[in-house]
Structure formats: structure tokens, C-alpha cells
DNA sequence: TAGGAAATGCAACTGAATTGCATTAGTTTT
DNA sequence: AAAACTAATGCAATTCAGTTGCATTTCCTA
């Protein structure tokens, strides 16, 4: 069976992301952790984090995929992450609104496994 | 003052986007079109389709492109495109789903300026 | 139909993401 | 505590999507 980890790369990132306030792109990252570890390292780290639920990846109006926390997922073991997503086209960040949730009416015969809901437009730190 | 020209290449991508069911990526367009013109070409006519207002771009899932006509931009002079986007994962299809409209409930202080919103998960097509 | 500007093709370039492989470092077992 | 197993990492090379510069072509209109 296949097991996993903790090195001192993976807990760095994961503590970098549960202590943002806004979702990291892997730049944002890198940017971060400096020469802690190799580039290529931190793409891997990522998937293996998303693939063990511990954050979620967000993709961005602008095509960059960011990256954050779950912070529902110890709450809730069949999370989803329908939550909303904004993205401020000012300062260039992107929040999680864990508690907006939206909803629609599909036509029949639509079968939903996942929502991706992202609002962009001007955040109210840059509204100011 | 800055025009825009009616060439064969425009005219064929924007009669593939009309006429298709689904929403296509450039490389969708590209395998379409064969050598009708150069890979470049098909970049730059789709920035100025959009600029134009005549298809609106949607960012998949997956982070693939996909350029999709804006059907009720004829009736909707200050249209917008808050409409949903279904993805498939089987048939790995985007189409507008241009009657259903999401509703949500902001905290004060954020300012909307564009919604993108996909669902994804299996199509009518694909349940049968 | 002639002139000016938009559009195209081509080649080169950029940047993000992936892959293969040798090496390093967690974890488990004895 | 040392050995052994294998996940994780670093590095270099590669792939792929998208962009840019520039010479040439094509469209439009005056």
C-alpha cells in the first residue's frame, strides 16, 4: 500500500497556505519558501496535498491556478467545495467565501459532481 | 480610428463557434479549420472576436480555454455572461447553459464585476 | 483602382508544467 | 540503533500553450 510523508517541504507549504488569508498561486509560493526546495518539488507537493483533501485548487478568471486550505474538511468528511470563490482584479487576490453558498436549477439529466464558482470584481479591502 | 476587416478566416471560425453545440478550445478550432490559416492567426482572431462582442471566453476545469458565440447579445445590448457553464467530464464538453441564473448572497463591501460559474460532472448525453 | 492599414504567416521566443533518473531522506523492521 | 525499503527530492531536459516581431499579403475605402 501506498503511504505518505511528512517532510519538511510539505509541512512549510501546507502551513504557508492554512496561514494565508487569500489563495497562493505556485509562484506565490515559491516566491515564499525561497530555496527551501525545488521548484518542481512544491508542483508535487501540491498535487499530493489536493489528493489527500488537505487543500483545494482554485482556477482563477484569469487561468492562474491558486491553492487553499479546506477549512471545512475536518467538519465535514464528504466535503465539497461549492463555496464561492472571489477574485479582486485589483490587488490580484483570491478569497474563499466558505459560507456563500449559490444555487440554480439545472434542467433535468444534469448530473453535478463539482462546482466551480468564481466572482471577480473589486474585493472590500481595495473598495476602500 | 481603429477598424475590423471581414477576412475568410474570421468568417469561418465565427460560422464553426455558430454552429456548434458545444463550446470549442483553439485546439478544437485548429483541427477544425487544417490549414485554412496558421495556428497564430487562430489566437489573434478569437482576441478579436471577443473584443468585438461576438463570443465570450470560459475557463474550463480543467484550465482549458474554451470560446463560446454570445447567443443573446443581439437582444441584450449591456449583456453579461452570468450564465452557467456545464462541464463533462465523460464527454469532456462545455455548453451554456444560457437560461439558468445563479443566485447568491455577498457579505457588504464586495463589488461584482464578472461571474464565472461551471458546474461539472455528466451531461444528458453521457447518463443515458 | 490605388494607397493605407488591418490581418496573416513564419520563425523565434517565453514561461508554465511535466518527465526520467540518480540521489536523499522518512519510516518501518529487526 | 542500524539496516532496508521506498517515498520524496533535485536537476536537467523536454513538452506544450501562448506571445512577439517583422516582412508580406489582403481587405477596404476614398
Known sequence: MKST???TAKSAIQLLLQQSS???SHKDIQNEV????NRVTIYRIL???VEEGEIHKII??????????????ES??????????FSCV????????DNVQPSYNLPPDYKVQEVNFTLSGICPNCIK
Chains 1, 2 share one sequence.
Open 60 to 73: 482563477n478568471t484569469d487561468g492562474v491556478i491558486k491553492y487553499a486550505p479546506c477549512n471545512q474538511c
Open 90 to 97: 485589483k490587488c490580484d487576490t483570491v478569497t474563499c467565501l
Open 5 to 7: 510523508r511528512n517532510t
Open 22 to 24: 487569500v489563495a497562493l
Open 47 to 49: 498535487d499530493r496535498l
Open 76 to 85: 465535514h468528511p464528504n466535503h465539497n467545495h461549492d463555496h464561492v470563490h
Open 34 to 37: 525561497g530555496k527551501l526546495c
